[in-house]
């Protein structure tokens, strides 16, 4: 098996709120928007993030996914400068997201913040002045 991911599913509670957040806030363009089902975004190369409503993914998968408190997993944002960071995190909260984490030197050189989409998904913004953070930037 080859190492990589293609698609990264999230379960969303209601697309209409996730589509305002995701097109008209932030200002990303789907890939594919079926209404009512799922939206999707080309965020690489061959990467899409998949954002599906739950009652599709009870469907497919077979059971309804945990809910309560903060999921468990976590999503980053590279840019290349610090203040990147702070620019991302305030279109990302004029969109209506939460910030969860103001954004802070971290102990290991980089500065990263967090904000929370619709849904509670975490969206670390990072800056990354190493060798591996700097290989994901476009």
């Keep these: 098996m080859d ?3 293609s698609f990264i599913t ?6 209409d709120a996730t589509r305002r957040f995701y ?3 932030l200002g990303w363009e ?4 079926v209404p009512g089902e799922v939206l999707m975004f080309r965020v690489a190369d061959k990467v899409v993030l998949s954002l599906w409503v739950e009652e599709g993914f009870v469907a497919e998968v077979g059971h309804a996914p945990a809910r309560g408190g903060v999921p468990p997993v976590t999503l980053a ?4 400068t610090p203040r990147g960071v702070d620019t991302v995190l305030e279109h990302a909260r004029a969109a209506g997201a939460s910030v969860v984490g103001e954004a802070v030197e971290r102990e290991w050189g980089g500065y990263t913040g967090y904000f929370a989409d619709p849904d509670g998904f975490r969206w670390e913004v ?5 060798d591996i953070g700097r290989s994901v930037l476009p």
């Design 3 to 5: 190492q990589r991911v």
């Design 10 to 15: 999230l379960v969303v509670t209601d697309l």
């Design 23 to 25: 097109v008209d806030g």
């Design 30 to 33: 789907p890939e594919l928007d």
């Design 77 to 80: 944002h590279n840019v290349a």
């Design 126 to 130: 990072a800056y990354n002045p190493g």
